[in-house]
Structure formats: structure tokens, C-alpha cells
């Protein structure tokens, strides 16, 4: 029994009317005061023995003798069944969660699947003309005539009681459970069932708890209702909720094993005092990159789901683009062909012991975009090329607007000369456009003067947010030209050479290792020059890479990361809930000499549009993968 603070009501009957007000069938059929309780009814008939028995045994006697109204079904089970649903009750007993704390007997399958199964928290008669759904203890819903409930026959019905009605069922009622039911009651998907169970909050629901009496000036119920709040089900799906319609794609334990070891390595965040619950987080992404691809709302499948088939990730995300959306979900080899679900209350529960749920469509994107804005760019120079303590902005960013039609002049040849022979130039028009970029807008870096002293270089940092650190990775940058802003400059309009350097965040900061430093992010590793992949044509050395200043350019500056000649990606940054922002950055830094400025061979203006940066599960995949100019316009983006 638990016994709950409360107010003592000024007057004790008006709460218990209440609750019959509450709980009543309207039908104008109720209880006697005089009449025998619930379980006096069921004392005195010797066929529910072994039902009294069981209700005993749990502490459940207590509730047919409270004063609350209910409805009782009150089944005739043999000794054998009995003995059974006693056994259960005492096996779970003993049994401990990932807390160590013992199953309460709100859990306990004895309870809530045979005794609230045959118990309704209101006072229902029936009369021949009686066809409704009626709500159990346990939420539940049974169809209720006058003949029987869910297709069990009564022996008696309408029995009134002092505090309920009263039906002698022919046998017991099957219990049907919903999905999430289902998944602890399937075996070999422990796995999944215990991460679900580490995010259940119980609170209890006064208005459908069973009061016994008011001791002290609080109330003692004989049976409280607590009602189950779980932030994975807010988060994911409603699947222990009757009143939904779900599919879910249950981890088998061996998947759930083989996927669990693998994501430990893709979260491996770094030591960094921030992140006081490192491994808790780690543990906790692992399990939930498993879970998050299997939910599947019923109701908002299209075309019964034989076309494509979306998980509730989907409807989530601001950006759909094709991600957590899974083809011919029945056919060849759809994420659900040849599997056989376990009908549920509320859906389906299928099982997948192969592993079926990609990852690269659920959170590791092949297509993952950073646009840059103000979370995913951060402008430092370093003074004088060099270590030092102070850290002084010279370079200016200004985000301008692309202009997706420009008028431009170029000189052209137009005809020839009969008399000279020679080429006739003239200047023309031509309309440029931009339909490769998505993104209309750009980041322009310059170089800006500090303290009266001239700079020539511009630097700029940028940083790869929720990247993995078990992942290869191919990085992209996509450069526009002067001329795609409105007000361009034709003199502007010239080649960019730049370097890039990359470096990572140290496992213990302030090792004393670090050359360079950003202030707003924290100690990072000695940087490393990277070399121009190999096949890369936007570059004018082994390692200066170069914007042609006269077009959109898409330029590889690293393929398959981690590589042999860099070294992996030691952490990651995904999903750490803004503890650390980001692990990996880049610098780029414009080469352009005084003379070369001056004589408008180059500019040191960097135009940057956005930086893509693609995960691929093998360096083999990586180094196939060819990403092409043309493909901007239809890459599947997703945004953060």
C-alpha cells in the first residue's frame, strides 16, 4: 500500500461521489450500501477459489474490498493457472533493473496482465442493447456486450456490489499486449527492452488510483495507478501507448551486440573536463543510434507502406531530403521482406536479426552539409605567423547575397579582320548563372589592417560539426568567384591561391603541446599541412590549392579522413549536447604574395559558400567516391 500525502477534503463523501460521477457508465446502474463488496462476492463463490487465491497472494484482496467503484470480471481458472500467475508473481519479485533497484508491482506481469486485465476502474452493467469498448486497469481495451467480454461468456453478470459490479467470466481473458509489451515478452530482445526501461518515470494518477481509506490526514490507496512517462517515447515513437499504431523494427540481441561494440568506436569524445560524463555519453549514443531508425508511425505511412516506408525521425527533421525513408519496404531486400511481426494492441513487432536499419540513412549522413554561418566559422589570425598569447581578428568577414543572374563584360572574339586578318574583339554581355548552389548566400574573407600594419593573408578557421570518429571522411569546399554578387568588381575577378592545415583537440588539454590556439574552442593539436589529393585540379602545387576566380568551383581538400599520412579522427562531437562544440578544424590560409596582389596576378579574397563534409564507412568507399559540380544541385543535404 502507499500512502500519499494529500489534503484532507472537507468532506469525504463528496470525493468518493465524485469518483463514481467520474467513473460511472451513466446508465443510472450503481452499487447498494448494503450490498456485499466485491470481494465478499468472490469469497462466497467457491469456482473463484483459485482467483481469490491469486488476488490474495499479490496484496490484491485489499482493492475488491476499497471503497472506489469497479468493475470486476472475475474468471474461473483451474489450480494449474493459479499456481502459474503466483509463480510469475514471485520470479519478477526478485528481479533487479540496470539501477539495481527491485521490480516494483506495477510491473509485475502477474498483476498487470492478469488481475488489471479483469479489472475496470468504473462501474459498468450491461443490458441487452450493451456494445462498447471498455477501458481495463491496465489500458486495455475489451469489447463488452451482454453476452461476454472480448468473447469470454459470462456465468453471471450484473452482480451489484457495495463498490462495483460484479461478472463471472467462463474462463480468463487472453492478454493482448502493445508493442512495448510484446518486446519484453519476445525473446532474445532483452537488449533493446532494458534501454527503453532505463528512461521509465512513473507518476501517480490520484484520479484513477484505488483510495482505501484516510489515515492521518492522508490518503492510503490500496492500489495506486502510476502512469508511465519515457523521454525515448517521446522522443522516438508512443509505443506502449493503446490508443496509438506503431511498427517497430526490434534489434535482436545479437545486432544489438555487434552494432552497440561498433558505435562504442564512432562516439569516442575527448577527455576533456567538460564532459565529466564521457563514457555515460558514449554509452547512452551508442544504444540510441541503434533505437532511434526503428520506430514507424501507422497512420502517416503513405500508400500502406508497399512504396516507401518513413520512421518518425522523418516527420521530425527540418530537412527531409531522403533521409530515415527506406524503398520497398516488403520487397527483396526491404528493411521488413520475409520477416513475420508479432500482432500487437497497438501494431506491430517485427524483429531483425540481420542488422537491417543503414545507418547512412538514419544519423550518419552520406550527405552531410555545413553551411557556413555563424556557428561553423570563427575568423582568428595569429600575429605575425607565430605562437603568441594574444589572438587579434585581421582579416574582415562579410556574409554577402548571390546573385543568381550577372550580367557581366568579357572581351571576346567576334570575327576576324578580312583585311589583317586578325581577330575582331569586342565586348559583350554574358549572363552568368549559379544553379549548382542551393545556399544564396557566401562568406567573403579579406585581409585587414591591424595597428597601422599592412596584412596580406587571410585566415579563416572552420570546424566539423557531429562528426564520428570510427568514419572516413571526404571534405569539400565550394568557392564562388567575385562576379556573384551584385556590385562586383571586374578587377576582382582573379585566381585564389590557399593552403590548408588541419588539425584536432588533444585528449588532455593543456599538455603544453599545442603551437596554435583558438580562444573560443579550446587547445587543439599541432597543426598539419595537407597535401592536394590526388586527381584534384583546383591547385597549382602539391600543396596550394587555387580557386579559379571565374567560377563556381568545388574543391577536394581531403579524401578519405582518417588517412595514413594525417592520422585518424581520434574523437567525435556528435550528439554531445553543446559540452564540446567541435574536435576537428581547418584553417585556410591564402598565399597570394605582395608582388602577385599588386600586379593582379592573384587576389587573397576567400569566397566560400559552404563546406561539405561526407562519412563513409571504409577508406575504400571513400577513395571511389567522386563528387562532381553538377551534383550540388540534387546532393541530399541535411543541415544541423
Keep these: 500500500m502507499l500512502a500519499v500525502a494529500a489534503t484532507l477534503p472537507a468532506c469525504v463523501l463528496s470525493c468518493t461521489d465524485a469518483w463514481d460521477d467520474h467513473y460511472g457508465d451513466g446508465s443510472g446502474a450503481g452499487t447498494t450500501a448494503d450490498a456485499p463488496t466485491l470481494l465478499e462476492h468472490v469469497q462466497a463463490d467457491a469456482q473463484l477459489s483459485e482467483f481469490l487465491r491469486v488476488a490474495k497472494h499479490v496484496g490484491y484482496d485489499a482493492v475488491l474490498a476499497s471503497p472506489q467503484s469497479l468493475t470486476l470480471w472475475a474468471p474461473v481458472i483451474t489450480k494449474a493457472q493459479a499456481d502459474s500467475i503466483i509463480a510469475v508473481y514471485e520470479s519478477q519479485k526478485q528481479e533487479v533493473d540496470n539501477n539495481g533497484n527491485l521490480r516494483k508491482d506495477k510491473d509485475n506481469y502477474a498483476i498487470t496482465q492478469f488481475l488489471q486485465n479483469h479489472i475496470a476502474l468504473s462501474g459498468r452493467s450491461c443490458s441487452s442493447l450493451t456494445k462498447d469498448s471498455v477501458r481495463m486497469w491496465n489500458g486495455k481495451y475489451m469489447m463488452m456486450t451482454d453476452k461476454d467480454l472480448n468473447s469470454v461468456p459470462y456465468l453471471e453478470k450484473n452482480i451489484i456490489a457495495s463498490n462495483g459490479i460484479m461478472y463471472k467470466l467462463k474462463t480468463k481473458e487472453t492478454f493482448f499486449p502493445n508493442v512495448r509489451e510484446a518486446l519484453e515478452l519476445e525473446q532474445g530482445l532483452d537488449s533493446a527492452s532494458n534501454f527503453f526501461r532505463m528512461f521509465d518515470i512513473y507518476e501517480l494518477d490520484e484520479q ?92 502517416v505511412q503513405k500508400n500502406e507502406a508497399k512504396d516507401s516506408i518513413i520512421n518518425t525521425y522523418y516527420v521530425k527533421s527540418k530537412d527531409y531530403y531522403g533521409l530515415n525513408v527506406f524503398q520497398k519496404p516488403y520487397e527483396d531486400n526491404g528493411i521488413l521482406a520475409g520477416l513475420t511481426p508479432v500482432q500487437c494492441s497497438n501494431g506491430l513487432l517485427y524483429t531483425d536479426v540481420e542488422g537491417r536499419i543503414p545507418d547512412s540513412l538514419t544519423f550518419a549522413y552520406k550527405r552531410y552539409i555545413s553551411p557556413l554561418n555563424r556557428y561553423n566559422y570563427k575568423s582568428r589570425l595569429i600575429q605575425n605567423k607565430s605562437v603568441a598569447d594574444t589572438y587579434s581578428p585581421q582579416v574582415t568577414v562579410t556574409t554577402r547575397n548571390i546573385v543568381e543572374r550577372v550580367v557581366m563584360r568579357e572581351n571576346q572574339v567576334i570575327g576576324t579582320d578580312p583585311e589583317t586578318n586578325e581577330p575582331i574583339i569586342s565586348t559583350v554581355e554574358i549572363t552568368k548563372t549559379f544553379p549548382e548552389l542551393k545556399d544564396k548566400q557566401y562568406v567573403e574573407i579579406r585581409p585587414a589592417s591591424y595597428q597601422s600594419t599592412t596584412n596580406n593573408t587571410s585566415n579563416i578557421y572552420f570546424y566539423l560539426q557531429n562528426t564520428f570518429s570510427g568514419l572516413y571522411y571526404n571534405v569539400y569546399m565550394v568557392m564562388v568567384p567575385e562576379y556573384a554578387r551584385e556590385n562586383y568588381d ?37 597543426e598539419v599541412a595537407i597535401s592536394v589529393p590526388e586527381g584534384e585540379v583546383h591547385s597549382s602545387n602539391a600543396t596550394t590549392f587555387l580557386a579559379s576566380g571565374t567560377d563556381v568551383d568545388l574543391i577536394c581538400i581531403q579524401k578519405a579522413v582518417p588517412s595514413d599520412a594525417y592520422g585518424p579522427f581520434k574523437f567525435a562531437s556528435y550528439n554531445t549536447f553543446t559540452n564540446v562544440d567541435a574536435t576537428q578544424r581547418y584553417r585556410i590560409q591564402t598565399t597570394a604574395s605582395a608582388t602577385q596582389l599588386k600586379n593582379k596576378v592573384y587576389t587573397n579574397a576567400l569566397r566560400i559558400n559552404r563546406i561539405i563534409y561526407i562519412p563513409f564507412a571504409t577508406k575504400e568507399e571513400a577513395l571511389a567516391f567522386d563528387l562532381k559540380l553538377s551534383d550540388l544541385s540534387n546532393l541530399k543535404e541535411y543541415k544541423e
Design 208 to 299: 484513477s488510483s484505488v483510495m482505501q481509506d484516510i489515515v492521518d490526514g492522508e490518503i492510503v490507496y490500496a492500489d495506486s495507478v502510476m502512469v508511465l512517462s519515457n523521454a525515448l517515447y517521446r522522443a522516438l515513437g508512443y509505443i506502449q501507448r493503446e490508443d496509438s499504431a506503431y511498427i517497430y523494427l526490434a534489434a535482436h540481441n545479437d545486432v544489438w551486440k555487434q552494432e552497440y561494440d561498433k558505435y562504442l568506436t564512432w562516439f569516442n569524445y575527448v577527455n576533456d573536463p567538460k564532459m565529466a560524463n564521457r563514457d555515460s555519453l558514449i554509452q547512452l549514443n551508442a544504444r540510441f543510434a541503434i533505437a532511434r531508425g526503428r520506430f514507424f508511425n501507422i497512420n
Design 490 to 526: 571586374v578587377d576582382e575577378i582573379l585566381p585564389c591561391p590557399f593552403k590548408v592545415f588541419f588539425s584536432e583537440r588533444q585528449e588532455r588539454p593543456g599538455t603544453g603541446i599545442v603551437s596554435k590556439e583558438d580562444p573560443e574552442s579550446g587547445e587543439f593539436a599541432r
